[in-house]
């Protein structure tokens, strides 16, 4: 990253997916006497949504993580959930009922950046059909997490 700054001349850059940046901060010393009474600090993967449109079904339209609406909802027999990765990452997709209660795990792996769909057959983690209601599925991929709601009907 730094290299990209330099080459535009010191100013500022825009940052694509992949790239590192680093930010380093001085610690000022404290008087004698006298403690710090907080200081941050802050490790992991940070993510710009700039360029999401709010309220967007599908996962299209930018370049960061999403989680889309699934689709048909409500559904029968069968749904698919469509979800975007901007770099490689461990991705868990899960279904809950209302009550928090993991239905079924969809996904739980590494997996490359790009568009993916999983899709559910309505059953849960015993292989037997869930009833009919409503029921939350969640994404979390990354330092990304986002929860949408889906209605299951009867057959």
Known sequence: MQAAVTAAGGGTT???PGDTLTLEFAATPVPEGQVREWFLVTRGFYTSELGATPGADGPSGSSGFALAQNHPNP???TTSIAFRLPIECRVSLEVFDLNGRRVKSLVEEAMPAGEHAVEWNRRDAGGSPVKPGVYLYRLAAGSF?????????SR
């Open 14 to 16: 825009a940052l694509t």
């Open 75 to 77: 559904f029968a027999a």
């Open 145 to 153: 997490r986002e929860q949408r709601k889906m209605v299951l009907l």
